[in-house]
């Protein structure tokens, strides 16, 4: 439990009441399953940029990504580096053809309902195949943020792990339930916001009472001269091709996160893209590197050695400032968690509204009832995912890293190919991403020697293999669907 911690309860409280009233302001202006879904396609560029971002940043940032930090040393800028590389290659390749194509394509408010109209699959296979894995792989990122939340409130507040799991969960369904994508957008602006501010001033703020950079230098290679080289573990082992490859690796994800593409479906105008993708790599950058710096500045801050590398942040926080600034900085991981674990619920109720419900059960289901529906899924998918997340050993970054690899080979490749490739047909989409999904699984519980390479990497081959090998092995795109594609790509 952090030491005075009423300043900190009541920032947590003045904070969580901010984002109920948002929730409360978008419920009022949430009428359709498509306000609900992707809020009227009405962002702009700074809201649909920060909202992708916080989205995607969740707790792991302030808590994965410093702990790894802080027990690897600068092997942790690959991680950084990919996903930097991954966030502007999303922005540039998907975001301006996924908007277009989204709405050429009937409308489409989801992923699975986008394949399902872009291959003109009459059968459904598509869109429940996608909405399967979107379901099972949300469980285990949402259980990450959720984690996250338990180590938080634990830590400040001396609760029980599971009880501190169950407070967070009901802040985050609480807004989520009758808002929808507005609530979550503007609650993300807010969050994203919070979460680049700590990011800056905690690392600076913590190396300066160090010493400075050259003092947290010398104190890193004091415990361990492996920590300041990029190419080697800890062990002072180098890391190899594989190591490397697995950590730039994670940038290959962003083009699968369903929760980060409905930003880009969502944003006003194929005009404003370029201005979001400015500002979400600069956002991105500073967030990435700020971690990195938390769990560098918490090796040289801290004399004896974390039990558990996550808190570094919340230690740091506790360590330096006072209780009502700490309990607006702490407040960043909750927007953190909160931000991308909101957006999976969101997803994840709309696959079983829009994907399920309505595909396979009540196609001429009204917009009402398919809004609550989906407000219904937000509750029942976060008490799936609450269990998965009392385990009080899980940690995050494992957690996020599985799902983060399920969504980026599933639906990674089949996405890019069909926003540029016309030949690709839906027999080559299905295949893609179940072999894209399924190599995760798989390779994800093997290891040793190349097994230990991180399963995004195959799973993202394998499943461009399979798109590309099945679509030509079998029938060309009906003429109607290529020249769906050209008036798409080319109004």
């Known amino acids: 439990m952090i030491g005075n911690n009423v300043g900190v309860t009541i920032t947590f409280l003045i904070y969580i009441a901010m984002m109920l009233a948002l929730g409360y302001i978008a419920y009022k202006r949430t009428s359709n399953l498509s306000d609900y879904i992707l809020g009227g396609r009405s962002l702009g560029p700074l809201p649909s940029a920060l909202s992708a971002g916080a989205s995607d940043m969740s707790g792991w940032l302030l808590l994965g990504l410093p702990g790894y930090a802080y027990a690897a040393g600068y092997e942790a800028i690959w991680i950084a580096v990919g996903l930097l590389a991954g966030t502007w290659l999303n922005w540039l390749l998907v975001a301006r053809r996924l908007r277009t194509y989204s709405l050429a394509a009937g409308d489409s408010l989801t992923l699975p309902s986008f394949f399902e109209n872009r291959f003109n699959d009459t059968s459904r296979t598509l869109r429940v195949v996608s909405a399967f894995f979107i379901l099972m792989f949300f469980l285990f990122y949402t259980s990450s943020g959720l984690v996250a939340g338990g180590k938080l409130f634990e830590t400040v507040f001396g609760l029980e792990y599971e009880i501190a799991v169950i407070i967070g969960t009901v802040a985050v369904v609480s807004y989520t339930f009758f808002g929808g994508f507005l609530a979550v957008v503007w609650t993300d602006v807010v969050q994203g916001l919070l979460m680049f501010a700590a990011l800056l001033l905690v690392p600076i703020m913590a190396i300066n009472a160090d010493g400075g950079w050259s003092a947290t230098q010398m104190a890193m290679e004091a415990k361990n001269p492996e920590f300041l080289n990029a190419f080697t573990g800890t062990d002072g ?215 230990d390479l991180y399963e995004i990497i195959p799973g993202f081959i394998l499943a461009t293999a399979a798109i590309v090998g099945v679509s030509l092995a079998t029938a060309e795109p009906s003429k109607e669907i290529q020249d769906g594609f050209d008036q798409a790509m080319n109004p």
């Open 237 to 451: 082992e180098a890391l190899g091709i594989l190591a490397i490859l697995s950590l730039l690796g994670w940038g290959l994800g962003y083009f699968g996160q369903p929760h980060i593409l409905a930003r880009f479906q969502a944003i006003r105008s194929e005009d404003d893209v370029p201005t979001a993708r400015r500002i979400a790599v600069i956002w991105s950058a500073f967030g990435l590197f700020g971690a990195l710096l938390v769990g560098f500045a918490a090796i040289g801050y801290f004399d004896t050695v974390l039990e558990d590398g996550e808190k570094a942040f919340i230690l740091l926080v506790d360590a330096l400032f006072h209780p009502v600034i700490a309990g607006i900085l702490l407040a960043a991981i909750l927007a953190a968690i909160m931000s991308t674990a909101d957006s999976q619920l969101l997803v994840s109720s709309s696959a079983l509204a829009e994907d399920f419900y309505k595909a396979l059960f009540r196609r001429d289901a009204s917009q009402t009832e398919l809004v609550w529906v989906g407000r219904f899924a937000v509750v029942g998918i976060a008490v799936v995912a609450t269990i998965l997340a009392f385990d009080p050993d899980s940690k995050v970054l494992t957690l996020v890293s599985y799902a983060w690899a399920g969504f980026g080979a599933a639906f990674g490749p089949a996405l890019i190919l069909s926003l540029y490739w016309k030949r690709m047909n839906k027999q080559g989409a299905v295949a893609g991403i179940i072999v894209g999904g399924a190599t995760v699984v798989i390779w994800g519980n093997m290891s040793g020697g190349i097994l």
